[in-house]
């Protein structure tokens, strides 16, 4: 059975990084995509950043060049780096994992994703 685990959340001042982790079990596709997305209360998912196995990488207008994700295929792990965050960006952070098709366009959005996390909750003070 497929299970995503986050890790890494908490409390940070706006500014500091944070660095939120996801550890993937028995999900071994080899073409596959995944992704971090962050909900606030009842709005939309929405994708932040997202890596396939050709290790393409597609980020959100807002993070772009503040976030990095990455991915340690070796411990089945995917990272997301967050620099300089802001308090509206507070929200809880969720590792998302689907079959990759080899098509591109709907890299961040949560429609192609099969397999999530529970979420890890990011609170960021101003």
């Known amino acids: 059975q497929v299970q995503l685990l986050e890790s890494g959340g908490g409390s940070v001042q706006s500014g500091v990084s944070l660095r939120v982790s996801c550890a993937t079990v028995a999900f071994g596709h080899p073409n596959y995509y995944m992704c971090w997305f962050r909900q606030v209360s009842e709005k939309e998912r929405g994708g932040v950043a997202s890596i396939n196995s050709d290790g393409e990488i597609f980020y959100e207008d807002s993070v772009k060049g503040r976030f990095t994700i990455s991915v340690d295929n070796d411990k089945r792990l995917l990272f997301l780096e967050m620099n300089n965050q802001q308090p509206e960006e507070e929200a809880k952070y969720y590792c998302?994992?689907?079959?990759?098709?080899?098509?591109?366009?709907?890299?961040?959005?949560?429609?192609?994703?099969?397999?999530w996390g529970r979420g890890t909750q990011v609170t960021v003070s101003p």
């Open positions: 998302a994992a689907g079959r990759w098709f080899k098509v591109h366009g709907d890299d961040l959005k949560a429609s192609v994703y099969t397999h």
